[in-house]
């Protein structure tokens, strides 16, 4: 790359950094059930995001995208380019992470392996739920992120099956929890605004 092109490319990204200064951030509900928990667990972190006025917060939820089991068809299903259209046109990520069998749910492995470069350089928040609060799913979806280059932030909400839900089913959580999620989010958002300027 030339240096007047690298300088013209730089100025466009800054100027496009500058004039669109809301960041766009995806709650990606990680479970697909029927009866699932997650869009409680997503809409109530959507509120709280909402009301920080700091980015633009959308629910992208992977039962809306039809993905097929991954290298079980030919790849031309619409939703599958309709999902890595979505997730390119965010700039960070708060995943909604459930535990099963100690892991993250088929369904968001899936999610994740149909994209590539759409996950590189954002930054990610992890709210997980579970009997120990999803740590364990958590963890695992760290070590992912570590090979997607997607910035996962320390701040790591967790919500107790035991404690935060209503007979295991409708979704009561306690109040010290909000500030666990504004501090993920003031991660998430500084992170994103970072690394913006490096795609
Ligand atoms: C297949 C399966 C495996 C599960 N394994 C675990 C587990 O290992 N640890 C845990 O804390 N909860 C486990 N659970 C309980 C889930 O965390 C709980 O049902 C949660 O609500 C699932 O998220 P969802 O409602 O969004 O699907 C499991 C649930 C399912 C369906």
């Known amino acids: 790359m030339g240096l007047f092109t690298k300088l013209f490319t730089q100025?466009?990204?800054?100027?496009?950094?500058?004039?669109?200064?809301?960041?766009?951030?995806?709650?990606?509900?990680?479970?697909?059930?029927?009866?699932?928990?997650?869009?409680?667990?997503?809409g109530w972190?959507?509120?709280i995001a909402d009301s920080r006025n700091d980015a633009?917060?959308?629910?992208?939820?992977?039962?809306d995208y039809n993905l097929p089991l991954l290298g079980t068809t030919d790849g031309t299903e619409p939703g599958i380019a309709k999902w890595n259209e979505k997730l390119a046109s965010l700039d960070g990520f708060v995943f909604i992470v459930q535990e099963y069998n100690h892991s993250i749910t088929g369904a968001?492995?899936?999610?994740?392996d149909f994209a590539r470069e759409a996950w590189n350089n954002k930054a990610a928040g992890i709210v997980s739920y579970?009997?120990?609060?999803g740590a364990r799913a958590a963890e695992h979806l760290r070590g992912?992120?570590?090979?997607?280059?997607?910035?996962?932030?320390?701040?790591?909400?967790?919500?107790?099956?035991?404690?935060?839900?209503?007979?295991?089913?409708?979704?009561?959580?306690a109040e010290l929890h909000k500030a666990n999620i504004n501090a993920m989010l003031d991660e998430v958002i500084a992170w994103s605004g970072a690394l913006k300027t490096l795609r």
């Open 11 to 42: 100025t466009t990204k800054e100027e496009e950094i500058m004039t669109n200064p809301k960041l766009k951030i995806g709650i990606i509900l990680g479970s697909t059930r029927q009866g699932r928990l997650s869009p409680q667990v997503g």
């Open 45 to 47: 972190v959507k509120g």
């Open 56 to 63: 633009e917060y959308e629910i992208v939820d992977i039962a």
């Open 108 to 112: 968001l492995k899936n999610a994740i």
């Open 130 to 133: 579970g009997s120990t609060g």
């Open 144 to 173: 992912i992120c570590g090979e997607l280059k997607i910035a996962d932030v320390r701040t790591h909400p967790t919500l107790s099956l035991f404690t935060d839900f209503e007979n295991f089913s409708v979704f009561k959580p």
